[in-house]
């Protein structure tokens, strides 16, 4: 079983549409469901995560695994 209620893998996808991407898989998404989302290291790591506490959202997790990023976002 999964932790999360659905993935966004946005490895090789440059910003800002990994913020663009995340905020639309979660507006088809119900209140306090997760979203697994893979990024890749630097600027979508440093960015995506912010915005989405910015539109209120919480991060559960961050998880670097070798170059990229798991980060599991509850749905406001």
């Not at 913020?19 to 960015?47: A, H, W, Y």
């Amino acid at each position: 079983m999964t932790d999360y209620n659905d993935s966004l893998d946005l490895t090789g996808i440059a910003c800002p549409n990994n913020f663009v991407r995340t905020k639309l898989k979660l507006e088809e998404m119900e209140p306090g469901q997760i979203l697994e989302v893979i990024l890749d290291d630097g600027e979508p790591i440093r960015n995506v995560p912010r915005a989405v506490k910015e539109d209120g959202h919480e991060i559960l997790k961050a998880e670097k695994i070798d170059n990229k990023w798991k980060i599991l976002i509850k749905k406001a």
